[in-house]
């Protein structure tokens, strides 16, 4: 595997270690999510939400405001910024770092006076303002592949060669952001699977992973119950489970840094199983009087 990168946030540096992805777990503040069994509809619950992902071994939470689903008007930066700043705050008093999931500068900038360390802009820069306050505040950057408007519905046309479009878009967009001064450390890129691709052009995205390394940033990879998945099995959101951690397990494994994932305890222990079999970690000590661990009776009680 490659040697770790490093990711510069506004108030510490973080190594990310091959096969050993920083975890981000979704908290949505929107009430039009298309991923959500449950809508978190109080900040209380949000909290509550979020403190749990981070129990369950969330590296960071990623904050919503608005769904990127295109069947739902675009929602006003005042109505988004009152849903996320003081979900913000209350996780950066608990201590957790934060993503948030905008691509309005106003609500980044909101956020990041909040305690946001990291911008994930889902619109590829198309308010090139958006690097400006990743420069002025030293938030991370996520430059995420899309040829549609945020909110658009919309299948570009790639010619046969999504792969290089994806790569050439990247490459562009975070030579832009270093432009307007955002350092290269704080760049991550998104190949943005599901964003203006079809489901069989999301897969081949994903599997040229390991060319997109070379563009020399961290890659997030969000996988967590995207349509591509349902295509290939033919399951709704709620049920994408299995899918979505095939595609986490190709993913980490061609060199993905961060994985974006709405059943963080699933993906953890995923990922540590995986790291065994791959020979990264050994078994770790535990309990041989355990029963629980061995099976269960047919009445649901531990086995003698």
Request: proline residues 6%.
């Amino acid at each position: 595997m490659s040697a770790p990168a490093r990711l510069r946030l506004p108030d510490r540096t973080l190594e990310l270690a091959p096969g050993r992805p920083l975890v981000m777990g979704i908290v949505n503040a929107n009430p039009d999510s298309f991923s959500d069994a449950v809508r978190l509809d109080t900040l209380e619950r949000q909290v509550e939400h979020a403190l749990r992902l981070v129990a369950d071994g969330a590296d960071l939470i990623d904050v919503g405001g608005e769904s990127g689903v295109t069947y739902t008007g675009v929602t006003a930066a005042e109505v988004e910024i009152e849903r996320v700043v003081p979900l913000v705050e209350r996780l950066r008093a608990e201590g957790v770092l934060v993503s948030v999931d905008t691509w309005k500068p106003q609500v980044a900038r909101a956020c990041a006076a909040a305690g946001a360390a990291i911008l994930n802009d889902v619109s590829g820069l198309a308010d090139p303002e958006l690097a400006d306050v990743a420069a002025q505040t030293g938030m991370g950057l996520v430059v995420m592949h899309t040829r549609a408007r945020p909110k658009e519905a919309h299948f570009a046309d790639y010619g046969g060669d999504v792969v290089a479009d994806v790569e050439l878009f990247l490459r562009e967009r975070a030579a832009l952001a270093i432009e307007r001064g955002v350092d290269r450390a704080q760049i991550i890129v998104d190949p943005g699977p599901d964003f203006a691709k079809t489901p069989a052009e999301s897969a081949a995205v994903l599997r040229a992973l390991p060319a997109l390394r070379a563009l020399g940033h961290p890659i997030l990879l969000p996988v967590s119950r995207k349509y591509f998945v349902g295509a290939i099995t033919g399951r709704a959101p709620a049920d994408r489970l299995a899918g979505t951690l095939a595609a986490l397990g190709h993913g980490v494994a061609a060199g993905a840094a961060i994985v974006r994932v709405h059943d963080v305890a699933q993906a953890v222990d995923f990922l540590r199983v995986w790291r065994v079999l791959e020979g990264l970690d050994e078994v770790p000590e535990f309990d041989v009087q355990d029963d629980g661990l061995k099976w269960i009776r047919a009445d649901g009680g531990a086995a003698s």
